[in-house]
C-alpha cells in the first residue's frame, strides 16, 4: 500500500478519520501504510472508493491516483451493445445463447 499513506496526506485526513468513516481501527490503517498488515478486498476497494482513486495507485502500481475512465466507457460500450443485441433475440435464441454461456463458464471452472 505503498500511496495511502500520500494520498492521505495530501488529502489531509487522518488516519483516525478515514478508520471512523470505513469502520476499521486506526491501528489497521496504520499497519496498510507501514506495510505490516495488507487490507482485504472489501477493504481495498473501500480504500479506493473513499479516495477515488485505482487500487493500482494505492498499491504502487501507478503513480497515477485518477481511475482510467477510458477504459470503462469502452466496457460501458460493450456492455451496453452486448444487451441491445440480446434483447433483439427470440426467447428461444435467447435460451441458446445462455446455454452456451453456461457451458463457456463450467469449462472455464474446469481449467
Known sequence: MENLRKIREERKVNQLKIAMDLEISQESISKYETGVAFPSKIILLKLADYFNC??????????NPKINTDNLSAESERIENLIFRYNKLSEKDKNKLEGCLLAIEQNSMDD
Do not use: C, V
Not at 485505482?54 to 503513480?63: A, C, E, P, Q, V
Open 54 to 63: 485505482s487500487i493500482d495507485y494505492l498499491m504502487g502500481r501507478t503513480d
